[in-house]
C-alpha cells in the first residue's frame, strides 16, 4: 500500500527546512502529541481517519535566532501500531523522526522523572523481523544521538538524563510486568536485561530505528556530508514512569524540553 493511508499526510505536509523535510515529533499518545504542540507556533492541524492527528508548526529558539519545521502525532501504542505510521510518514518524506515516549527504568540509579535517550534497543518483539533477521541491531542515528545529548545539556537537564541501550517489547503486562502463566519465564528475562546494563524497557523504539535503516539502505555517507545527504534518521527520548502521576507529568515535561532542545541542535 503506497501513501499515507491512514494518517492523512500528503508529502507537501512533510514538505520544510530547506529541502530536508519536517522533523517529526512522535509521541505513543495523542494527547501528548497535543501537549508537545503547545511548544510550536502551530499553523494547520491534519485530521486522521484513526486518530493520528497531526500538528504542523514552527519550533523556534527562545533567542529567535533558529526555526525549525516540526509536525506532531502520536504512533499509538506498540510495535504494530508503530511500523504503520512510522513507514507511512517515510513514504510522504519524513527523514527526522524522534519517538517521545515513556519508559520504566531498568538500570539502577535511574529514578522516576529522568530522561532518557535511547542509543539502541532491544528487539523483543516481532514486528522488526518482518523487516530485518534479529541479527542486524536496532541503532538510533548517531547523529541524533549527539544533538539531543546536546539538547539535554542546553536544557539543563544533563544531570537527569541518561543516554544508552533501552528494551523493546510487545507485550507490557506479561512481558514486563509479568502477569500470566509465564510468570518466571518473562521475570526472568526482565532480569537478564537488568544483568547486561539495559536502561528502561519501553515498546516502540527498536521498529522505528529498524524502518529507519531499511529506508536508509545503499545510501551510506561519511561524516562530512551535508545534512541533506544524510538518509533518514530516527532517535528515541524517552520519560522514566513511576508510580505517582505528578512524577510521570514531570518526567514528560522533562522529555519535551530535551527533545525540542535536541531538534534544534539536530538540523
Known amino acids: ?7 492523512g499526510l500528503e508529502p507537501e505536509h ?6 530536508l523535510g519536517r522533523v517529526v515529533l512522535l509521541p505513543g499518545d495523542r494527547s501528548r ?13 491534519v485530521l486522521s481517519p484513526r486518530g493520528h492527528d497531526s500538528h504542523l508548526g514552527v519550533l523556534r529558539s527562545a533567542d529567535g535566532l533558529r526555526a525549525v519545521d516540526v509536525l506532531a502525532l502520536s504512533s499509538g501504542m506498540g510495535p504494530a501500531s508503530m511500523e504503520i505510521v512510522a513507514h507511512e510518514l517515510m513514504e510522504a518524506g519524513a527523514r527526522r523522526i524522534v519517538r517521545v515516549g515513556s519508559s520504566g527504568a531498568l538500570a539502577p540509579g535511574i529514578e522516576p522523572g529522568s530522561v532518557i535517550i535511547a542509543t539502541g534497543a532491544v528487539r523483543d518483539e516481532a514486528t522488526s523481523d518482518r523487516w530485518m533477521p534479529r541479527e542486524v541491531p ?9 544533538a539531543f545529548c546536546v539538547g539535554a545539556r542546553d536544557a539543563g537537564l544533563d544531570a537527569l538524563c541518561f543516554a544508552g541501550v533501552v528494551h523493546s517489547k510487545d507485550s507490557l503486562y506479561g512481558r514486563e510486568f509479568g502477569v500470566g502463566p509465564l510468570k518466571a519465564e518473562n521475570e526472568r528475562a526482565m532480569q537478564v536485561l537488568r544483568d547486561c546494563g539495559v536502561l528502561a524497557s519501553e515498546m516502540e523504539a527498536s521498529v522505528l530505528f529498524v524502518l529507519a535503516a531499511a529506508a536508509s539502505a545503499g545510501r551510506a555517507v561519511s561524516l562530512a556530508a551535508g545534512a541533506e545527504e544524510v538518509p533518514v534518521q530516527g532517535a528515541c527520548v524517552l520519560a ?3 508510580d505517582e502521576p505528578e512524577i510521570c507529568s514531570l518526567a514528560v515535561e522533562r522529555a519535551i524540553t530535551v527533545t525540542c532542545a ?3 541542535a539536530w538540523l
Not at 500500500?1 to 494518517?7: A, F, I, N, P, T
Not at 512533510?14 to 529541502?19: Q, W
Not at 502529541?33 to 492541524?45: G, N, Q, S
Request: avoid cysteine.
Open 14 to 19: 512533510l514538505a520544510g527546512n530547506g529541502g
Open 33 to 45: 502529541a497535543a501537549l508537545i504542540a503547545e511548544r510550536f507556533d502551530v499553523t494547520e492541524r
Open 262 to 264: 535536541g531538534v534544534l
Open 138 to 146: 536496532a541503532l538510533a542515528h548517531p547523529q541524533a544521538v549527539a
Open 1 to 7: 500500500m503506497k501513501g499515507s493511508y491512514h494518517l
Open 240 to 242: 522514566v514512569y513511576g
